[in-house]
């Protein structure tokens, strides 16, 4: 068979621990014997961000600017007793923080469905993406502790020296206060972030807030997000026949609770923290989260939404075979190869990802599984595998299907 041919690169950024030995397997097994694969190469294991001082996790945010498409292995934000475990010479910041910083994007989670790994919520048949904000609000607040009677105010100080406040509470005994901020530019970012991936995916897209309680601050979002609706894209939806709307958040929850899934809902960063772990939960396993950061320029860096899988890896370390579900980081890539394919308009590539999914899906529906679904999974024949097992099976199918 002859192999799919790539015009553009994609900008591969390996990682650590246990899905690095996935990634290696995956690109063997599911990749490379099927596909002409052309990246550009950043490792951004530990080490080598160590090496470097952390100057590869730059280079490779500047490389997804350059190409536009990346594909990213989970990687280890280091703590304290990671600096111990590999002599670092600082604690690196999160990976996917910087990365975030330089593509000013908003990350988009939603979960593998496969027949036999049931949502917990029944109507539920199609994923739900979830977009989360990730600037300020409580993330980036102040706070104070207020010992006893007093009053607390918001100043603003305008770069003329005019001044304005605004009463926050006059406490006649002990109590808590909190400042907290965001900006214009980044909830536009948010919102066009939003408006694109709710295109490019073909999905209706939801915000939410609560702009009847906080009538200044959760208003100005429901605004911007108008605002730029109206402006940039509403011709767009209507001409590919979807919907926004905001609402309410407890609405927008009784609304997610009833409806078949198959939309995106954006929400603000805390309830976008919570609602996320609710949805990846409710429908089953971390282990089968696709995330995608999308910038407000149309870059896209595809990964997990879980991470190294310390344990697992010290396992394999004693040469134990583990089965680690390689599912999310199979989808990673599958999502950036077909991205890159719709780009380029190389409609072979774009198949190849379809069915390389299609095969990955099918594999688990057969009954031949790693272990973690294996305890959730309704299918009554199981096979639990070990994660070259269930790799291989994924190539078998693969190959019917090629
Ligand atoms: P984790 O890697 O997500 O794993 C937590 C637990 O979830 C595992 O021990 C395992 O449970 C289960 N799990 C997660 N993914 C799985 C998979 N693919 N297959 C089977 N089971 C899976 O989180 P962590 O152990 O707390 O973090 C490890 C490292 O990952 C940390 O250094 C952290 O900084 C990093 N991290 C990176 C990213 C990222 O790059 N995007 C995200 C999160 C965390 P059992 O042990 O019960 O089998
Ligand atoms: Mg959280």
């Known amino acids: 068979m002859e192999k799919i041919t790539m015009t553009t690169p994609l900008v591969e950024m390996d990682g650590d621990e246990m899905t690095r030995i996935l990634w290696g397997m995956i690109k063997e097994e599911l990749i490379l014997p099927f596909v002409d694969l052309k990246t550009e190469y950043y490792d951004l294991g530990l080490q080598k961000r160590d090496e470097t001082g952390d100057q590869v996790t730059v280079d490779a945010a500047e490389a997804t600017r350059k190409y536009g498409v990346a594909v990213k292995c989970a990687t280890i934000t280091p703590n304290a007793a990671r600096v111990e475990e590999y002599g670092l010479k600082e604690m690196w910041k999160s990976p996917n923080g910087t990365i975030r910083a330089i593509l000013d994007g908003t990350v988009f989670r939603a979960p593998i469905i496969v027949k036999g790994i049931e949502p917990y919520v029944k109507t539920w048949k199609k994923p739900i993406t979830l977009a989360r904000h990730a600037y300020g609000d409580v993330y980036k607040g102040s706070e104070m502790v207020i010992p006893g009677p007093g009053k607390v105010e918001l100043v603003y100080t305008a770069q003329d020296g005019t001044v304005s406040t605004e009463l926050v509470h006059q406490f006649q005994g002990a109590g808590i206060v909190q400042g907290m901020h965001n900006l214009d530019s980044s909830i536009e970012s948010f919102a066009r972030s939003c408006f694109q991936y709710a295109l490019a995916t073909h999905q209706d897209l939801w915000f939410a807030a609560k702009d009847t309680i906080s009538k200044k601050y959760d208003h100005h979002f429901k605004d911007l997000f108008e605002e730029i609706y109206e402006k940039e894209y509403r011709v767009s939806f209507e001409e590919a026949g979807l919907t926004y709307f905001y609402t309410l958040i407890d609405d927008a929850i009784a609304r997610v609770v009833k409806s078949e899934g198959g939309f995106i809902w954006a929400c603000k960063n ?133």
Do not use: C
Request: aromatic fraction near 8%; proline fraction near 2%.
């Open 270 to 402: 805390y309830d976008g923290d919570v609602m996320s772990d609710l949805v990846a939960t409710a429908f089953g396993s971390l282990a089968m989260m696709t995330s995608v950061l999308v910038s407000p320029q149309g870059y896209y860096e595809y990964e997990a939404a879980h991470g190294t899988v310390q344990r697992h890896y010290y396992q394999h370390r004693k040469g134990q075979e583990t089965s680690t579900n390689p599912m999310a980081t199979i989808f990673a890539w599958t999502g950036a190869l077909r991205k890159r394919g719709d780009l380029d308009q190389l409609s072979g590539l774009v198949r190849f990802a379809d069915l390389l999914e299609q095969a990955s899906v099918r594999t688990i529906e057969s009954g031949r599984m790693t272990k973690d679904l294996a305890l959730i999974t309704e299918l009554s024949d199981v096979t639990v595998l070990n994660s070259r097992e269930f790799i291989g099976e994924i190539r078998k199918e693969l190959e019917a299907l090629l």
